[in-house]
């Protein structure tokens, strides 16, 4: 008598992306414009200067901006630098 291999279908590996987290700036009557366009292009090294200025007109006109979508590690860190720079920033879930 032979031995018979049964072979086990592979079972479906789903990964999930990780949860992404929005940073937000939030206006603000201290910092002028110059400088939040400077602090955007200093924090976030994809950032060019036509988006910089086009977050920092959001936050201006709207109140508040997103400036970038990530992981939340990274998101933290860009916050923080953010605040770090005397702007005033938050972060969020991406739903």
Do not use: W
């Amino acid at each position: 008598m032979g031995t018979e291999i049964i072979e086990k279908p592979k079972s479906e590996v789903s990964k999930k992306p990780a949860p992404q987290y929005k940073v937000l700036l939030h206006n603000d009557p201290h910092n002028s414009m110059e400088h939040v366009v400077e602090v955007l292009l200093m924090t976030i090294p994809r950032l060019k200067p036509p988006q910089a200025i086009g977050i920092m007109m959001e936050a201006h006109t709207s109140g508040v901006a997103v400036v970038v979508v990530c992981a939340l590690e990274h998101a933290e860190f860009y916050c923080e630098q953010l605040k770090s720079h005397g702007l005033t920033s938050t972060i969020e879930p991406d739903v």
